[in-house]
């Protein structure tokens, strides 16, 4: 019997892959018995903020593209999604009850399933681990005993943007006193840039935190917005310092926002320092004043959160398992992807590496040119300031086509063929 701890997005889609193999699962469930602070439903799968699953644009758009990926390698999620959506434009939303009732009751039918209500205390040898974010407790610190901490349990994050995006006229390269090898990219401003950046930065609208993602913030992840808030030069003194930082002609900008690598292939830069509170919208207006990044995309947006997830690069492989435990595997937010879609993704892909490794088959993992791939790859690549990510365009391998639509529509193309090579040698 293969264990599948937690039936979420992650565990559900999990637990479904590995029946529908022929494989003996015992999926157990903490709910009804217990339950996070943001769960209400005693049903799998369970939605625990918005009903909507984000785009469902196939060509237009990375989370409309995953979507379609899934289906095509008969995701679960998918299925009930699709079944149970309510009309929401270009966006895939469903009736969160009949989709959490859907999930449940396929996953309660199915022969192979064993459902056990309980709350898992320690990190078993083997199994599927998808207990997701709000991840407490016992297991928690079994997870974080085990691999010598390794374990984040709150998410302070900055945005990201796409390298493509950003304007390179308005930027230099360089690194603090000269030392380094030129890996900051320096967005500088003038006093009245760094003077209106200030203005709109205090006025902008914040989320308004639940009282269990409140807690106490560390000086080194203090959000820009609230650091702002001590003094119009504060962030001069701070994130946004140009001492040591001098521009071709050799002069100090008056502040500058520093922008550093967020992947190996350096398609995606970090907005240093600039960990947020800010509502999504306002993160792009407000950020998007600082010259360099006025046409900047925004592929992740700042958060503050509540959120258990692991070091991925140095704990996991590609393919979901444990770097020395070879059948254990983790899946859904805990792996570092973020998003209802995104989280079921992991799951699906654990239960099918899982049951090829259990048959002595070697793993299957996509490439970067669809995005279940360039997910499961970028969890997994090493990375000194690893930070959970959503689906998006810039961890996707380049295309040089320079029509923006046609490139996503050209990359979705490929994506898919890349999907229906990958069904067919899985169906070997
Ligand atoms: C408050 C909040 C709001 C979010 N809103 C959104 C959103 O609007 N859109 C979006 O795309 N993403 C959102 N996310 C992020 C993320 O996509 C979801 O949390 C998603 O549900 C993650 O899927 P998962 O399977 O990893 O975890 P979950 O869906 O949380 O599933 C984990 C399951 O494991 C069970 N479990 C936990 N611990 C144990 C244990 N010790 N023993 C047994 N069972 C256990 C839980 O009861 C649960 O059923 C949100 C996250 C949070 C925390």
Same mark, same amino acid.
């Given at each position: 019997?293969?264990?599948?701890?937690?039936?979420?997005?992650?565990?559900?889609?999990?637990?479904?892959?590995?029946?529908?193999?022929?494989?003996?699962?015992?999926?157990?469930?903490?709910?009804?018995?217990?339950?996070?602070?943001?769960?209400?439903?005693?049903?799998?799968?369970? *939605?625990?903020?918005?009903?909507?699953?984000?785009?469902?644009?196939?060509?237009?758009?990375?989370?409309?593209?995953?979507?379609?990926?899934?289906?095509?390698?008969?995701?679960?999620?998918?299925?009930?999604?699709?079944?149970?959506?309510?009309?929401?434009?270009?966006?895939?939303?469903?009736?969160?009850?009949?989709?959490?009732?859907?999930?449940?009751?396929?996953?309660?039918?199915?022969?192979?399933?064993?459902?056990?209500?309980?709350?898992?205390?320690?990190?078993?040898?083997?199994?599927?681990?998808?207990?997701?974010?709000?991840?407490?407790?016992?297991?928690?610190?079994?997870?974080?005993?085990?691999?010598?901490?390794?374990?984040?349990?709150?998410?302070?994050?900055?945005?990201?943007?796409?390298?493509?995006?950003?304007?390179?006229?308005?930027? /230099?390269?360089?690194?603090?006193?000269?030392?380094?090898?030129?890996?900051?990219?320096?967005?500088?401003?003038?006093?009245?840039?760094?003077?209106?950046?200030?203005?709109?930065?205090?006025?902008?609208?914040?989320?308004?935190?639940?009282?269990?993602?409140?807690?106490?913030?560390?000086?080194?992840?203090?959000?820009?917005?609230?650091?702002?808030?001590?003094?119009?030069?504060?962030?001069?003194?701070?994130? /946004?310092?140009?001492?040591? *930082?001098?521009?071709?002609?050799?002069?100090?900008?008056?502040?500058?926002?520093?922008?550093?690598?967020?992947?190996?292939?350096?398609?995606?830069?970090?907005?240093?320092?600039?960990?947020?509170?800010?509502?999504?919208?306002?993160?792009?207006?407000? /950020?998007?004043?600082?010259?360099?990044?006025?046409?900047?995309?925004?592929?992740?947006?700042?958060?503050?959160?509540?959120?258990?997830?692991?070091?991925?690069?140095?704990?996991?492989?590609?393919?979901?398992?444990?770097?020395?435990?070879?059948?254990?595997?983790?899946?859904?937010?805990?792996?570092?992807?973020?998003?209802?879609?995104?989280?079921?993704?992991?799951?699906?892909?654990?239960?099918?590496?899982?049951?090829?490794?259990?048959?002595?088959?070697?793993?299957?993992?996509?490439?970067?040119?669809?995005?279940?791939?360039?997910?499961?790859?970028?969890?997994?690549?090493?990375?000194?300031?690893?930070?959970?990510?959503?689906?998006?365009?810039?961890?996707?391998?380049?295309?040089?086509?320079?029509?923006?639509?046609?490139?996503?529509?050209?990359?979705?193309?490929?994506?898919?063929?890349?999907?229906?090579?990958?069904?067919?040698?899985?169906?070997?």
């Amino acid at each position: 019997m293969i264990p599948v701890i937690g039936a979420g997005l992650a565990g559900s889609e999990a637990a479904w892959q590995l029946a529908e193999r022929g494989e003996q699962v015992e999926l157990v469930e903490q709910k009804p018995a217990r339950r996070s602070p943001a769960h209400t439903s005693d049903a799998f799968c369970e *939605l625990v903020c918005s009903n909507s699953l984000k785009s469902d644009d196939v060509y237009g758009n990375a989370c409309g593209l995953l979507k379609e990926e899934m289906r095509r390698l008969g995701s679960l999620t998918m299925e009930a999604a699709d079944r149970t959506r309510v009309p929401a434009g270009g966006a895939l939303a469903v009736d969160r009850d009949k989709f959490s009732e859907y999930v449940t009751q396929k996953l309660r039918q199915h022969p192979n399933i064993h459902i056990v209500c309980r709350e898992q205390t320690a990190l078993p040898e083997a199994g599927i681990v998808a207990t997701g974010p709000l991840t407490e407790g016992a297991l928690y610190a079994s997870i974080e005993a085990r691999f010598g901490g390794g374990l984040h349990f709150y998410d302070a994050t900055a945005p990201v943007v796409t390298a493509e995006s950003v304007d390179y006229a308005a930027t /230099f390269t360089a690194d603090r006193y000269g030392r380094g090898t030129g890996d900051y990219v320096n967005c500088p401003m003038t006093k009245e840039e760094y003077e209106a950046f200030v203005t709109e930065l205090l006025a902008a609208e914040k989320v308004t935190l639940k009282d269990f993602e409140k807690r106490e913030i560390f000086e080194g992840c203090m959000p820009v917005e609230v650091m702002a808030s001590r003094g119009r030069d504060a962030l001069r003194f701070g994130t /946004f310092k140009p001492v040591g *930082l001098a521009d071709e002609s050799g002069r100090r900008p008056y502040a500058v926002l520093q922008l550093r690598r967020e992947n190996a292939e350096g398609s995606l830069l970090g907005l240093v320092g600039c960990q947020t509170n800010l509502k999504f919208g306002e993160q792009k207006r407000v /950020f998007s004043l600082i010259p360099a990044l006025k046409n900047a995309e925004f592929v992740r947006y700042g958060v503050m959160h509540r959120n258990t997830f692991l070091d991925a690069p140095r704990v996991l492989n590609a393919d979901f398992s444990v770097k020395d435990a070879p059948m254990l595997f983790f899946a859904g937010q805990i792996t570092g992807v973020e998003g209802y879609v995104e989280s079921a993704m992991s799951g699906m892909l654990a239960g099918i590496h899982y049951w090829r490794k259990l048959h002595g088959k070697p793993p299957i993992v996509p490439s970067e040119a669809c995005v279940m791939g360039a997910l499961s790859r970028y969890v997994a690549a090493e990375n000194k300031h690893f930070q959970p990510m959503n689906a998006n365009y810039g961890i996707l391998r380049g295309l040089d086509v320079s029509d923006k639509k046609e490139k996503k529509r050209l990359m979705a193309e490929r994506a898919l063929g890349e999907i229906d090579l990958v069904r067919a040698a899985l169906a070997k």
